[in-house]
């Protein structure tokens, strides 16, 4: 790891910033507030659809944009960049029916650029029966997602990094599922929260000592404030 000065700060919502039943942390919400009141913007980095991760940044009151559905979708400053196409991913799913009684997540229908079914199916089952399909697959621990295989997190994260001013490199990324390999990959400082998947942990320069909020927490108030 190199020393760069952090200038961002890029953050996964479930399971990061929220706990195993989806609730925000009440100390990521502070420590937030306060890298924010220092400069500090925060990007929120999601695989949620638009409109959740919008109304999150706004009731955070975060500045430095937002990147859902797994890097599909980026807005910044009431902009938005549709930049995964869904039109593969519903294919490979309505292929996936017929093998499988799989269903998509709720709130489905608000998803523009990728699709997200219930874990009731082994992420390998899923992978296998399509792998002649061009779309790439994910567990988060929440959903499985089919997305776009030329768009990730990391990719939409260096773009939202430009128009903040800043440098990937001058960026702290904290995740804790395999969708946030890409996004911690090109952050100059990569977090896992404690109760992240081993392979996070394992690219990781820090690993948080608290799970979830907590860690979050923990990270913005050892290298940030």
Same mark, same amino acid.
């Given at each position: 790891? =190199?020393?760069?000065?952090? #200038?961002?700060? *890029?953050?996964?919502?479930?399971? @990061?910033?929220? $706990? ?14 306060? *890298? =924010? ?18 109304? !999150? ?30 039109? /593969?991913? +519903?294919? *490979? ?5 017929? #093998?499988?009684?799989? +269903? ?5 229908? /608000? ?10 199916? #082994?992420? /390998?089952?899923?992978? /296998?029966?399509? #792998? ?7 567990? @988060? ?6 997305? $776009?295989?030329?768009? $990730?997190?990391?990719?939409?994260? =260096? ?24 996004? !911690? ?14 392979? !996070? ?12 909020? $907590?860690?979050?927490?923990? *990270? ?6």
């Amino acid at each position: 790891m =190199e020393e760069h000065e952090l #200038k961002a700060i *890029a953050l996964d919502v479930d399971g @990061t910033m929220t $706990d195993s039943s989806r609730k925000i942390c009440i100390s990521a919400i502070e420590a937030i507030s306060e *890298a =924010e009141n220092n400069g500090i913007p925060v990007i929120i980095v999601t695989g949620n659809i638009p409109c959740a991760a919008k109304m !999150l940044a706004i009731m955070l009151d975060t500045t430095g944009g937002v990147v859902s559905e797994n890097g599909g979708v980026i807005e910044y400053k009431g902009e938005r960049k549709l930049l995964g196409n869904i039109e /593969e991913c +519903q294919r *490979a799913y309505e292929y996936l029916k017929t #093998k499988y009684p799989v +269903q998509k997540v709720e709130f489905s229908d /608000e998803r523009i650029s990728e699709v997200a079914i219930e874990r009731n199916i #082994k992420e /390998e089952i899923v992978k /296998e029966t399509l #792998k002649d399909f061009n779309v790439e697959i994910y567990d @988060t621990n929440f959903a499985i997602h089919l997305t $776009d295989p030329s768009v $990730d997190k990391g990719s939409s994260l =260096e773009i939202l990094a430009a128009y903040n001013g800043v440098k990937t490199e001058d960026i702290m990324a904290i995740g804790d599922s395999e969708n946030d390999i890409e996004f !911690l990959r090109v952050a100059g400082l990569r977090v896992a929260v404690n109760n992240a998947d081993k392979e !996070l942990k394992a690219i990781a320069d820090y690993v948080t000592s608290e799970p979830h909020g $907590d860690g979050v927490a923990e *990270a913005i108030y050892k290298f940030i404030i």
